[in-house]
């Protein structure tokens, strides 16, 4: 993404930050940037709502955007990552997370399979490690791979049960049925309002059915206009955390981090048959001995009464001995109920079974749940 230094020294901006500020945002600073955080007249609690019964706008454009060629791209990115390719269809893609040589996660990413190429979407406090990372790895590699990054382009998130009606308003002719048509995790590349260059992938990190649409920087601001005159809302970063946990989706640097393994952080589902089999990715012994031989600690989903937990609250047992930690809190506007992850014993983590949290020294039962805690509505 193309940035502006902040007025606050250190931080940057992203290409939307003026009309950011013309909606009344208050902003916080966010893995390097000045992000919106919540909206004048809006707040957390109805950008929220609006995202789980309407359709929501978010400017992700803090996200590092990468562009992978060369013919030996898939066998590179499988060396780097747990990702199968052989499972992925053209025009889709995955989550998968690029780990260290100990087994832990480096960052959690999403690429998706291009005739041509491949797309990836990396985490903003971590796209400069991760390039190191990645870069360090393909001056070892002999294939043919190459890497770029996409800072012309900014990356906008539509979500919501009306984020497709949205979106169609914006939409002409066999496009419309082109992008109706899409499976979650899908992608296809098309023109918004016949002149905005897009790249649409049906995907998100509320729950909700929804779309991230990369388009170039110079175009940022019209598009974020068209999708808020056709009924999206504008909404923050505190309100897409909120969403996020009632998916029971990870936050990077809460929920997992290179001390964790996907095995730990229950993502065990991200590693297909054939690369458990063939291992061939960094950190992959260490990964493979946790999948047969299993783990001390495993991340679960929690519900309890009281104060809202947040990162770092500690787990008791009976004894009211620290046996884990949440590692992300809220108060579920959903649900009207504290949810929370975090990271127990293995023995405790099936549903039903019970662990104190403690919040300003005082002590409420925790039941663990099944994740996540609003169902997901995405397009399968």
């Given at each position: 993404?193309?940035v ?35 909206y ?23 996200m ?106 914006l ?33 998100g ?39 996020r ?18 095995i ?48 770092g ?36 983590q ?6 104190t ?24």
């Amino acid at each position: 993404m193309k940035v502006t230094r902040a007025l606050r020294e250190g931080l940057l901006r992203t290409k939307l930050f003026a009309s950011h500020e013309k909606l009344g945002c208050k902003f916080v600073d966010f893995a390097g940037y000045e992000m919106p955080v919540t909206y004048s007249g809006l707040g957390v609690s109805k950008e929220h709502e609006a995202c789980r019964t309407g359709a929501a706008v978010f400017d992700v454009s803090h996200m590092g955007q990468w562009m992978v060629k060369g013919k030996d791209r898939e066998q590179f990115w499988e060396s780097v990552t747990p990702i199968d390719f052989e499972k992925i269809p053209m025009n889709a893609g995955s989550l998968t997370v690029i780990t260290n040589e100990q087994g832990g996660i480096k960052d959690d990413a999403v690429i998706m399979k291009r005739p041509d190429s491949l797309y990836v979407v990396v985490n903003a406090g971590c796209k400069v490690k991760d390039w190191e990372h990645i870069e360090s790895y393909m001056s070892k590699f002999e294939g043919d791979v190459e890497v770029s990054e996409m800072t012309e382009y900014g990356l906008l998130a539509v979500q919501g049960p009306k984020a497709l009606s949205v979106l169609q308003n914006l939409l002409s002719g066999e496009e419309k049925n082109l992008v109706s048509g899409m499976k979650f995790m899908e992608q296809v590349e098309v023109k918004l309002q016949s002149i905005i260059p897009a790249r649409i992938t049906r995907c998100g990190y509320t729950g909700e059915d929804g779309f991230e649409i990369s388009i170039p920087n110079c175009l940022m601001d019209r598009l974020f206009t068209a999708l808020m005159e056709n009924g999206a809302t504008p909404a923050g970063l505190g309100a897409r955390d909120t969403l996020r946990l009632e998916a029971g989706l990870c936050l990077y640097g809460n929920d997992i981090d290179e001390s964790t393994s996907p095995i730990e952080a229950s993502l065990n589902w991200l590693i297909s048959k054939r690369r458990r089999a063939e291992l061939g990715f960094v950190g992959a012994e260490t990964i493979s001995k946790h999948l047969t031989e299993g783990v001390t600690r495993k991340r679960v989903c929690l519900t309890f009464p009281g104060p809202p937990a947040r990162n770092g609250a500690a787990l008791l047992n009976e004894d009211k001995e620290k046996i884990g930690e949440i590692t992300s809190g809220t108060f579920s506007p959903t649900l009207r109920k504290n949810i929370a992850m975090g990271y127990v014993p293995k023995a405790l983590q099936k549903s039903g079974n019970t662990v104190t949290v403690e919040v300003r020294n005082k002590h409420n039962t925790a039941e663990v749940v099944k994740a996540p805690f609003v169902p997901h509505n995405y397009a399968r």
